[in-house]
């Protein structure tokens, strides 16, 4: 009996998975268990791994993965993240019994100019029902998500609360003064995504000028403003999706402004938490008023010039809204938010049982000394995998029809396509193998590389040119019966 269960598509980049994350954790440090179940959505078409920050909390330990068994989970609380999973009847239904379902609508159904642009809300509902019961909360994270579910579906049940996003304020601090006078940098965060951009030209340079006066950086989704504006302007600096760690990002900025296409219904606003509890103060548009209140500044895109320059140089007001809006976030959005809201459905926190933890912390692990499983043999790597030691951190070196078991182990991956995945002939893959190989170990730096199966040309040649890991062979059974 787990005490919270969340289903997602656990592959989803950005805010669904961050979410997932800060629920995990804020639970695993009140002594509740979680377990997380994965399920495929349809709109995410390409082969991909589970999102870092998911494995992490696997390999910490702070959560279980439902195997796809067929076993049934049962928990106190199933948590049901991410609508569009079900714009299609599912392959295969986890089974799952819980004493509350609770579908968190962290996307709304639509934008403003088709009310259901991403999911038929109705039939969303009524295949969740079928498969979970016609118990399930309806919660939406904002008011803009509830009053696009209220347009399309008006006699909708909807809690009279939010089930909005949380944040550890902790993680994101960043405690750095920054110097007055100097030139103010602005910024942005976030998964590329057309619509999280001003369409126009006009506003998007209003919003980020190009001008000697401020300095803009974006990490993530830069090449869309590049491109709507067909040049880069000379005072951007355009970081690519996952180059920085968005903390760390953070930590460069005087101002987050964030603007985004007018039609976009945006659900919540995750990045927009981040910076605030960053420390860095935030400029939006009048349409966030209503979630972040008096902890962020609101205007259009042409004012954000004015604003930036005054409160650049106004050091105490400055430093009133960073303790302002820090404020905020800890007491509306903070961790101690979401475990009172379970504790109302009955899963209350143990101050006896000590935060789940089985292994190390991520900071830790990332110091860890690793080995590459190299090969096919899935079921013998996850054995192996399940019994190092803490300090060991398995990477899994597989094709295609291998990455998504490693992956649903919760297993860190790297893809090794066969010479039919590339179509070319033997002779060229020998040596395509050979280099991604000494690719992964620069990378990596394993302490050993763990072939399963027989050796081929490509590992040979690899072995040649990489002496410096320990090479060990997970021979196949070589007996026969008598």
């Known amino acids: ?15 669904n998975s961050a979410s997932i994350v800060a629920e995990v954790r804020a639970q695993a440090a009140a002594g509740l268990s979680t377990v997380l179940i994965h399920v495929p959505s349809p709109h995410l078409k390409h082969a991909r791994p589970f999102q870092s920050r998911i494995v ?23 948590l049901i993240r991410q609508p569009r999973i079900f714009t299609a009847d599912l392959a295969v239904v986890p089974k799952v019994s819980a004493g509350h379902t609770i579908v968190v609508l962290n996307q709304p159904p639509g934008d ?3 009310d259901q642009r991403y999911y038929v809300f109705d039939e969303v509902r009524a295949r969740i029902e079928r498969y979970f019961g016609s118990g399930v909360v309806w919660a939406p994270i904002s008011g803009q998500v509830r009053e696009n579910v209220l347009r399309v579906a008006p006699h909708t049940a909807l809690p009279d609360t939010d089930w909005h996003e949380i944040i550890d304020v902790a993680d994101w601090q960043v405690e750095r003064r920054r110097t007055p006078g100097a030139i103010p940098v602005i910024g942005r965060h ?17 919003a980020y000028p190009d001008s000697g006066e401020v300095k803009v950086r974006i990490l993530g989704g830069g090449e869309i403003g590049v491109q709507r504006l067909g040049r ?5 600096d355009v ?17 987050f402004v964030y603007f985004h296409d007018p039609d976009w219904v945006e659900a919540f606003g995750r990045t927009i938490l981040e910076a605030m509890a960053s420390g860095v103060p935030v400029i939006v548009g009048p349409h966030f008023r209503s979630i972040f209140g008096e902890a962020a500044l609101y205007t259009d895109p042409a004012g954000v010039r004015d604003l930036v320059r005054r409160l650049h140089r106004d050091r105490p007001a400055y430093d009133a809204l960073v303790g302002r809006a820090r404020e905020f976030v800890t007491e509306q959005f903070g ?3 979401h475990i009172a809201r379970l504790a109302s459905l009955g899963v209350l926190a143990d101050p006896v049982r000590p935060p789940v933890r089985r292994r190390e912390p991520l900071q830790v692990i990332r110091q860890a000394k690793r080995v590459l499983l190299v090969g096919d043999d899935l079921a013998r790597f996850r054995a192996i995998a399940r019994n190092l030691p803490a300090e060991v951190e398995p990477v899994v070196v597989a094709g295609s029809a291998s990455l998504a078991e490693a992956h649903a182990a919760g297993l860190l991956t790297e893809y090794l396509p066969a010479a039919t995945d590339l179509g070319v002939p033997a002779d060229r893959w020998t040596g395509f193998v050979a280099d991604r190989l000494r690719h992964l170990i620069e990378w990596y730096k394993p302490r050993a590389v763990l072939v399963g199966g027989l ?7 690899a072995i040649e040119d990489n002496p410096g890991p320990r090479w060990l062979w997970l021979r196949p059974a070589m007996w026969r019966r008598g």
């Open 232 to 236: 880069c302007p000379d005072s951007w």
């Open 112 to 114: 403003e100019s088709d």
């Open 190 to 206: 976030g998964r590329p995504d057309p619509v999280k951009w001003p369409r126009e030209p006009g506003e998007l340079l209003q």
């Open 56 to 78: 992490a909390c696997l390999r910490d330990g702070l959560a279980d993965l439902a195997h796809d068994d067929g076993a049934e989970v049962t928990a106190r609380v199933l």
């Open 239 to 255: 970081v690519e999706f996952g180059a920085e760690a968005p903390r760390d990002f953070l930590g460069t900025l005087d101002f």
């Open 335 to 337: 961790s101690a938010s």
């Open 455 to 461: 050796p081929h040309d490509g590992i040979v040649a």
């Open 1 to 15: 009996m787990y005490d919270v269960a969340i289903l997602s598509d656990l592959r989803y980049p950005g805010g």
